[in-house]
């Protein structure tokens, strides 16, 4: 599981404090060098680049978390088949590999709600796999002993996706914008708070109240959107879909 470069809150702080920064030293610039007509115009060209910006990063981010919801759905889905599909073989292998797979259902739930990037992640991770390995060799093995080729065509089709998905949900945490989109957007806006300080000092004083609207207002659009890339970390959170396979395991927990 993947971590930001840069901690959320650290950026947003930076952002916020370089754009108070720019745009008093634009308005200091603007008076020393004065005003022309023409930066207004250079400033709204940045501006509309900087809003196709955030656009299409926070569209990008959004699509990304609801990709990784669906995909905590689609291996509740798989594991799910897979453990109905146990009945299909022979009576005496259905109970160790029933407590198996409610073994391999607690830690895929440890892999991923436990720090990402940490050792205990990790720790689950490798365990999982080591499972994985278990149900395989357990379930094929009673597949074949029953003599029937559909019951082993079923079970390892089941087995084989539940066990596929999640190679797709760790490219998927994986899977984020260059580092250089942050770096841009960062500049970018830096840049637009420099050209809006630069244009006020045509009207000789900054106005504070719209300064900090658009600074706090900016922050929290990137806040969110960098959020919405590390749902396991932030205030936006992918841990409601995680409760799928919390009720998945206790409904098939022996009481």
């Known amino acids: 599981m993947s971590q ?36 207004n115009t250079l400033s709204g060209a940045v501006f509309g680049l900087l809003g196709l910006l955030l656009a299409f990063s926070f569209s990008g981010a959004a699509s990304r978390f609801e990709h990784r919801r669906e ?4 291996e509740a889905n ?12 022979p009576a005496a292998a259905q109970a160790p590999l029933r407590e198996a797979m409610r073994k391999y259902m607690q830690q895929r739930l440890d892999t991923y709600q436990a720090m990402p990037g940490s050792a205990s992640s990790a720790r689950a991770w490798a365990d999982s796999a080591a499972t994985q390995q ?15 080729n559909a019951a ?19 490219a998927a945490t994986r899977n984020h914008p260059p580092a250089v989109i942050d770096l841009m957007l960062f500049l970018l806006a ?26 706090v207002a900016l922050t929290v659009t990137v806040f969110v959107i960098r959020d919405l890339e590390y ?7 992918v841990d409601a879909a995680d409760q799928l396979l919390v009720e998945m395991l206790h409904g098939i927990t022996p009481r």
């Not at 995909?71 to 689609?74: A, K, P, R, S």
């Not at 798989?78 to 073989?89: S, V």
């Open 78 to 89: 798989a594991i799910g088949t897979a453990y109905l599909r146990i009945d299909l073989l």
């Open 190 to 215: 830096l840049m637009s708070a420099l050209l809006a300080g630069y244009g006020m000092a045509e009207g000789g004083r900054v106005p504070w109240l719209q300064v900090m609207v658009f600074a």
């Open 71 to 74: 995909l905590i759905t689609q």
């Open 152 to 170: 082993l065509s079923l079970v390892a089709s089941a087995l084989n996706e539940m066990f596929d998905i999640t190679t797709t949900r760790l």
């Open 4 to 39: 930001p470069l840069i901690d959320p809150w650290l950026y947003s702080i930076a952002l916020l404090l370089g754009l108070l920064i720019c745009v008093q030293a634009g308005f200091v610039l603007g008076r020393r060098y004065g005003v022309k007509g023409e930066a």
């Open 134 to 148: 278990q149900i395989w060799t357990q379930a094929t093995t009673a597949a074949q002993a029953s003599g029937s």
């Open 231 to 237: 749902p396991r970390l932030g205030l936006v959170r």
